[in-house]
Every structure is written in C-alpha cells, then in structure tokens.
C-alpha cells in the first residue's frame, strides 16, 4: 500500500499537470491543490493523535450519510474475545457491543478473525472502527442494520459471508428474537438511516456485498475496496417497493478491483450520487437500474472489460421508458472502449446541504485518490 505521503505527492504533482495544460485541448479543469485529497481521509488521516481522538472520525463523512455519528457521544468500547453467541453474547464480544442500547465506539485490542454463529444484527448509535488491528468478519454469517440509525462501519474486512439460519438472536439486551435467516450479504441496511461505510474490504460473499433496501436513506459508501464478486451494491429493494423513492445514497472514493461482475451499483427508485470511484473491470455492467432511478455518474474512472460486448457502462431493467428515467455522466472518464448511455432531462443534482457537500475531484486523479482504498494499517501515535 502506498503511504499517505506518497498519496499526496502523487495527487499534488498530477493536479500540477492538470493546472497547467492547455485547457482548451483538455476536458480536465483546473483544480487547486487543496481539492486534491478526497475530503473524508483530508479530515482525519494527517493526525498522529486519531487513537486518541477516535470519535473524531464521525465529523469527517460526506454526501448523504454526512450525519451519521455512530458512537461519537459514547464510551469506548474494547472487543477482546473474537467468539459469538448469537442469544446470550459475552462481554468483550463484538455482538456484546453492537446490541447494547447505548452509544458506544468500539475498537479492538489485537488483531482477529471473527466468525459469525449468526447474523450480527446492530443497534442505533454504533460505530465499529477497525484502526489500529487486523479485523476480519468472515466465514460466517455477517452485518445486518435493520430499523436503527446512526451507524458508522470503518476499518475492517467483511469476506466470504454465508447465510444465517433461522434461529433465535439477540438485538439489544431485553430483546431476542427468531430470525427468517438472513442471505448472506456483508452488510444489509434495512428500513435504517445515517449510515455511514468507510474504508473497508468486500469479497466473495453468497449474495451482495452491500444492500440499502426497504426506505434506508443518508447513506455514504466511501473508500472502500471490493473485489472477486459478483452482485456488488444493491440499493432498492424490487421494482414493486415504492417506499424506496425515499432513499439517498452517496457512493464515492471507492475502488471497484478486479473479478467483479454487476451492480456497482444497481439502483431503484431512489437517488445516487457515484463519485470519484474507480472501476478497474466489469463482466456485465458498472452502473445499472429499473423503476426510474436518478443516477449522477461524476468524475468517476471507468476502465472497460476487454470483451468488446461489454463495454458499456450502463445497463437498464426495462423494455421501454427508460430514456426518461435521469441519468447522467459528467466530467467521467472513459478508458478502453467504456461508454456511458444517458438519459432524461432535468437537473440530477443531489442538492447537499452545505454539511453534506464537497466538490469532485477530476477523473483523472482517481487513480491516485483510490490508491488507499479499503482497510488502512494504522498505528497508533502515526499518521494512517
């Protein structure tokens, strides 16, 4: 992994080179210095002391899920023993953490696997922040965020998840319930809001990596690294749940690696904003949808699959209609072969409100801004 030095220097020479071409034969614009730096890891990343201002963290989101705070006004919390009961949960147990009704931030004492007996359901004001160990949630069932708010999910890997069983499993300490199973996603966000998912690995999961479904809205995707999968990110639930219309989603600074196949992202009736991404390869499609979605594609870097079938960015449930659904591209860049089929009219602006707003680097210093994606070595007492 390259340094953050090295990340800036890169990103501070490139923006150099953008500044100072001639811009009539360029469709880069002119960015200052201090745009380079993808606004979440400029806040928090440069700072030796992040271990001893962890809840700092939950001040540095972007986009839709700007107010998430997770476990910022809570106490820390220390997972030392990576083994799960899904009933009955042990102190120092990561399902210990997650369920309890409080806020709480929770960190971990060493690096460590841990394998799910069942889905991990979370309650509202969590934050789980992997920063300074090794975390791994896999082979197993994994993370469902279902009817809460305010959660934050950094710094981990989330990997090879199977189906849940039906079962019973506890979701606060005066609550257990029985379970339908769960479908073996890393992530599901259910009916939730204020969510925030930063700096993580994905992988080879028996569903999707990430699902935003049933009315979940103030979602952020960033930064994080997916690889070797074939469903990515689902945000919608299907083509008959209206209640979806609600749902905002910003998905930005992420590298979407090698061995994917579809839905990065696949999107229905709601809004998302795709930003500064970078697609390494698609099977079938990068950006995808059905039920007239509003999708804004925006500097992100696209690189085609060699398959000249399978150039085409986008891809549309439907058999008609779908010209006046909105989507547009702007100021992305295409390389081999990729092409981007907009639609509608209208503006596709994602109206932030000033908290939630930042500007777009150009497509062209992706590369750089993506270099760090995914889970971060941190150590404590030096910059991340």
Known sequence: MATLTTVLVLSCFISYLVSTSNASSSSIPKTPKSLVPNK???????K??????????ADCAVGYGKDAIGGKYGAIYKVTDPSDDPVNPKPGT???GVIQNQPLWIIFDRD???TLKNELI???YKTIDGRGA?????????????????????????HDCKPGKAAMVRSSPDHVGHRQGSDGDAISIFASSNIWIDHCFFARCADGLIDVIHASTAVTISNNYFTQHDKVLLLGHNDAYTADRIMRVTIAFNRFGSGLIERMPRVRFGYAHVVNNKYDEWQMYAIGGSANPTILSEGNYFVAPNNPNNKQVTKREAKNGWKNWKWRSYKDAFLNGAYFVPSGYGSCDPYYTSAQSFIASPAALVPTLTLNAGRLSCVVGKTC
């Open 40 to 46: 979440i890891d400029s806040c928090w990343r440069t």
């Open 48 to 57: 030796s002391n992040w271990a001893s201002n962890r809840q700092a963290l």
């Open 94 to 96: 990561l399902r210990y």
């Open 112 to 114: 460590m696997v841990i």
């Open 122 to 124: 979370m309650n509202s």
């Open 134 to 158: 090794k975390v791994e949630i896999a082979n197993g069932p994994c993370i469902t965020i279902q009817d809460v708010s305010h959660v934050i999910i950094h710094g981990i890997s989330i």
